[in-house]
């Protein structure tokens, strides 16, 4: 990069941009005359943008210090309103022609050591920054511009962040991806905006259109999107796979919209190839858009519905007859699932690997026995809070699913050192185990659970009466394990 000595950022002063007008509610002014100052002849460049060759999007606060008043000319309307935008620059020049920049330019001799990396190293640099910090470093030089727009580090477009104008920020950035191949952006497979409140409908269209080959999509926490966005999103990026709604509590169905549907022909089916779906805190969805989504996405392997205080066991009754590849399921807090949608749940058999119903207190030992009978690769089960679970609960379930990894039976009042003792004779690969708020258990079945699982490695006996020798026996017993506790005599 010896070459690019000195080089920064700047106009080439090729004409004026379209582009700025859409991306920015800044107003363009005209640099009248030299700067005096020779650290702010540079700057005086950030008003100047070309059409001429596409540039990349600067996503940064307005608080910035390279967007406060009196470094050059140009003043951003967006400062005033405090709103974040994506602001469009030309390419840095290949060469500065101001001969006071010339002489304060570093000898050849005094390079910087980022200089001296290979392009193959620079790139890898940067495909570990963010969106927002790629864009500014496409701003240095040349050199770090041609590589900042390297299409391997384009695959994935993250934001975070409230103040951020997403829609904006996006329509720039697909638009300047979308050069090479007008109006197609066929490098973008990821797109994370998670906690981004001011992204809207018309963020998601424009991914829509312009990314056919989008792969996962992260919209969590974005409450401002509505169904007909996401059913834009999965009707027109047939290889989504990966979607991640959670938090978006306008969101209520997944679905292709009624042009997609039609256009399908009857052997494709209305179908949407979407594994991975996650709808935690979707608090409006009910079991007919439940439904709607088990007919549609007949793929899910991995379905997080968390907090969807709506759903029923019906809800699950529809869900299993389309769904019959779920490998992870969670419907924690779903206070009106029963151990009939557990019976339901069961049908899934050996292909269930992944289970969460904490806190669904209608679930008793009857559920429990469903779910262990049919389900015996079962390797993760979350009961936290089902009160009605006793020992006969967790010795049906040590017996039939002895591949049993993770268990959580914490605030399980009626579970005591007997379903432990069975546990620990059956379930020898177990590694994380939560017993926190049992207040029937003792020390005696925690020595019981280290004597025979050795491979412990988390134990939750929080608000437990446990004595501190019985903790120092599973201490000693399985050497890599973490006890968290509650108990001020042990450390």
Not at 8 to 27: L, M
Request: charged share 20%; proline share 4%.
């Amino acid at each position: 990069m010896g070459a690019n000595n000195g080089k920064q950022y700047g106009s080439e002063g090729k004409g004026s941009s379209s582009i700025s007008s859409d991306v920015s509610s800044s107003t363009d002014h005209t640099p009248t005359q030299a700067q005096k100052n020779v650290a702010t002849s540079e700057d005086s460049d950030l008003s100047m943008r070309t059409l001429s060759t596409p540039s990349p999007a600067l996503i940064c606060p307005p608080n910035l210090p390279g967007f406060q008043n009196g470094r050059g000319s140009s003043t951003s309307s967006s400062s005033i309103t405090g709103e974040t935008v994506a602001m469009v620059h030309s390419p840095p020049p290949t060469r500065l022609t101001h001969p006071l920049i010339r002489l304060a330019s570093r000898p050849q001799k005094e390079q910087a050591s980022i200089e001296r990396l290979p392009d193959q190293s620079m790139v890898q640099i940067f495909s570990f920054l963010p969106t927002n910090q790629l864009c500014r470093c496409a701003r240095v030089c040349r050199r770090w511009y041609n590589l900042a727009w390297d299409p391997r580090l384009w695959r994935t477009i993250r934001l975070t962040g409230e103040t951020i104008n997403v829609d904006r920020a996006l329509k720039v950035l697909t638009r300047r991806l979308c050069q090479d191949t007008p109006n197609v952006c066929l490098m973008l497979e990821t797109v994370t905006v998670s906690g981004c409140r001011r992204l809207t409908d018309r963020g998601l269209y424009t991914i829509a259109q312009c990314c056919p080959e989008l792969r996962r999509l992260e919209v969590s926490g974005c409450y401002n999107i509505s169904n007909e966005a996401v059913f834009d999103v999965v009707s027109l990026c047939p290889n989504l796979e990966h979607l991640d709604v959670s938090g978006c509590s306008k969101v209520t169905c997944i679905s292709l919209t009624r042009e997609a549907s039609i256009k399908l022909s009857p052997l494709h089916g209305k179908q949407i190839s979407i594994r991975y779906l996650d709808m935690t805190d979707c608090f409006v969805l009910e079991d007919e858009g439940l439904h709607t989504i088990a007919a549609h996405c007949t793929q899910l392997t991995h379905l997080y519905l968390r907090r969807c205080v709506r759903l029923t066991d019906e809800g699950l009754r529809y869900l299993m007859i389309y769904c019959t590849s779920i490998k992870e399921l969670s419907v924690s807090d779903c206070r009106f699932v029963s151990d009939f949608g557990l019976r339901e749940i069961a049908k899934l058999e050996a292909r269930l690997r992944y289970l969460s119903i904490a806190h669904c207190g209608r679930v008793t030992d009857v559920g429990i026995r469903y779910v262990a009978k049919y389900c015996s690769k079962l390797r993760y089960l979350n009961a936290r809070g089902c009160e009605g679970i006793t020992d006969h609960g967790v010795e049906y379930l040590a017996k039939n699913c002895t591949k049993l990894k993770s268990l959580d039976i914490g605030k399980c009042p009626l579970v005591s050192d007997t379903g432990l003792e069975c546990l620990a004779l059956n379930c020898f690969n177990l590694k994380r185990l939560s017993l926190k708020s049992c207040e029937s258990i003792t020390g005696q079945g925690l020595q019981i659970v280290a004597a025979n699982c050795f491979d412990l490695q988390m134990l939750n006996v929080q608000d437990c009466e446990v004595s501190v020798e019985a903790l120092r026996f599973v201490k000693r017993h399985c050497k890599r394990c973490v006890i968290e506790h509650t108990n001020p005599a042990f450390f």
